[in-house]
């Protein structure tokens, strides 16, 4: 049985993975099996090669994330402001809505607000552990043609938790 999952993208370079439970091909894999489709690999290391090529260590780019793996759900977006590599302002556009319990406290899904984790550099190494089954999601992504940056990132499990990404509004300094 496989499980397809497939995200559609125009106009820019496009890699997706699958997982299979097949028990025919369990005795040659190790769990879970990877197929990789339009060259996932390839485009990956392509995609990597451009971003490093351009040698970019600071810039600006918005991010729009969902995550329903945690709970509460999240949906934010910001423009994230990034020097030599690193985190250094944070401009949320749309902030998620904590919700209260009844004890009284304030739950909110923290990856909302991890946006270290949302840096280029980062979303790299997450496809990398995707690409290799570190982590066992079905998913696809998407890369610019210029610069190789992922400009969307979905993953999911077998269930109905999932996460996207994507990315737009870039800008070198």
Not at 8 to 24: E, K, N, R, V
Request: one cysteine or more; a negative charge; proline letters at 6%.
């Amino acid at each position: 049985m496989l499980n397809h999952f497939m995200t559609i993208c125009l106009g820019f370079s496009m890699i997706t993975a699958c997982a299979t439970s097949d028990p025919t091909r369990q005795e040659t894999q190790s769990a879970p099996t990877w197929v990789v489709t339009q060259n996932a690999e390839d485009e990956y290391s392509k995609a990597l090669e451009r971003w490093e090529s351009h040698k970019v260590s600071s810039y600006e780019i918005t991010v729009n994330i969902f995550s329903s793996f945690l709970s509460p759900p999240c949906l934010a977006k910001a423009t994230l402001t990034v020097r030599q590599n690193k985190l250094m302002e944070i401009h949320e556009t749309e902030t998620p809505i904590p919700i209260q319990i009844p004890d009284g406290n304030i739950l909110y899904n923290p990856e909302c607000h991890d946006y270290e984790n949302y840096l280029v550099t980062k979303q790299f190494e997450i496809i990398k552990k995707l690409l290799t089954g570190e982590l066992p999601y079905k998913w696809g992504a998407s890369f610019d043609s210029e610069y190789g940056y992922i400009q969307e990132l979905t993953f999911a499990t077998d269930g109905e938790s999932m996460k996207s990404v994507s990315y737009f509004n870039f800008s070198p300094k």
